[in-house]
T-cell receptor
Framework: DAGVIQSPRHEVTEMGQEVTLRCKPI?????LFWYRQTMMRGLELLIY????????DSGMPEDRFSAKMPNASFSTLKIQPSEPRDSAVYFC??????????????????FGQGTRLTVV | AQSVTQLDSQVPVFEEAPVELRCNYS??????LFWYVQYPNQGLQLLLK??????LVKGINGFEAEFNKSQTSFHLRKPSVHISDTAEYFC?????????FGTGTRLLVSP
């Protein structure tokens, strides 16, 4: 498997524009996570999905952010409208949960290379 | 609530010296624990993980960590560091589904 694939690797956009980040998880993985990394706030969990269903979006900073997972092999994170403070590296990660009672165990999260977003 | 605390934001060390990066976790449920490494302009890569069993876990690149339930710690150690170990190190935990990271520790190895 090629690993988690994110596109684009770099995105420069003007304030007010819509930005869409894309992620292809590892085939067979049932969890998908979106993180944002900045110098000031470190690595923040924005949202995660289990079997394509959003489970926890409490980390999404505001209504300008939205994420979807229409099928097991694709997810998007959209920012509309974008603002300079959204500039960050956005990571997607996927994992395969095993164990009992829905515990997230016996596995690890695999990360993509990230998308570096710059909003000017 | 589940959380991870990395006590040191930056750790400078000389090459071939030992190093310990500290991590404490807090959770109302049993957790699994991980250490990830991030090299500049790259994603995160798993160093090691604790799921169950032996509390001393060995990972890649000569790193190891010890799970201490009574102290709720999962410190990362390496007996002799190399220049190439210079990177950001993240401790992480999972309780029920969510994967939560600490704020990271930058390891700076100098000659």
């Amino acid at each position: 498997d090629a690993g988690v694939i994110q596109s684009p690797r770099h995105e420069v956009t003007e304030m007010g524009q819509e930005v869409t980040l894309r992620c292809k998880p590892i085939s067979g993985h049932d969890y998908l996570f979106w993180y944002r990394q900045t110098m000031m706030r470190g690595l923040e969990l924005l949202i995660y999905f289990n079997n394509n269903v959003p489970i926890d979006d409490s980390g999404m900073p505001e209504d300008r952010f939205s994420a979807k997972m229409p099928n097991a092999s694709f997810s998007t994170l959209k920012i509309q409208p974008s603002e300079p403070r959204d500039s960050a590296v956005y990571f997607c990660a996927s994992s395969l949960a095993r164990g009992t009672g829905g515990r997230f165990g016996n596995t690890e999260a695999f990360f993509g290379q990230g998308t570096r977003l710059t909003v000017v | 609530a589940q959380s991870v605390t990395q006590l040191d934001s930056q750790v400078p060390v000389f090459e071939e010296a030992p190093v310990e990066l500290r991590c404490n976790y807090s959770s109302s449920v049993s957790v699994y624990l991980f250490w990830y490494v991030q090299y500049p302009n790259q994603g995160l890569q798993l160093l090691l993980k604790y799921l169950s069993g032996s509390t001393l876990v060995k990972g890649i690149n000569g790193f190891e960590a010890e799970f201490n339930k009574s102290q709720t710690s999962f410190h990362l150690r390496k007996p002799s560091v190399h220049i190439s170990d210079t990177a950001e190190y993240f401790c992480a935990s999972t309780g029920f589904q969510k994967l939560v990271f600490g704020t990271g520790t930058r390891l700076l190895v100098s000659p």
